[in-house]
């Protein structure tokens, strides 16, 4: 499993400055705009890296608050399957930078989480918008055919 991705707090995404690595944090409100450092004022890149979860009460601030359609991956790290997509969901928030938001919720460190949103199977990709679950799916996909389903899925809830 890579160990790439984004933290986030119950106000929005850490990210890192390119220019000074300076930590800013971009409001989930906020995540389909470029920001700038709040240090150098250098140009932040959009998240292009899944967004680790840590707490229920960030997974909910993250689904009720992001400004682009939220895919996320429910996972545990005994799941081969779940080892096997990893990198296609990694590869997917680069490839979708700026369209939509990648989330992953390990579901042995979360299991609220995924009790709540009655995760039965894993991989499991559930897409979100405006705070809403649009659409689910379950097992391996490339980063391509996740992107496919989570634009499709989040087009169907305008």
Known sequence: M???HLHADEKGIHLACPECQQANRIPFARLHLKGKCGSCKAALPLPALPVEID???T?????RGASL????DFWAPW????????P???????L???ELI???VNTEAQPVIAGNMGIRSIPTFAVFVAGREVERTSGGSSATQLRDFALRAARKAE
């Open 79 to 86: 799941c081969g399957p779940c080892l096997m997509v990893a």
């Open 69 to 72: 359609p939220l895919l996320v």
């Open 59 to 63: 997974y909910a601030a993250l689904v």
């Open 55 to 57: 707490s229920p009460a």
């Open 88 to 94: 296609e969901v990694t590869k997917l928030a680069g």
């Open 2 to 4: 890579s160990t790439e």
């Open 102 to 104: 990648v989330a992953k």
């Open 96 to 98: 979708a930078a700026g």
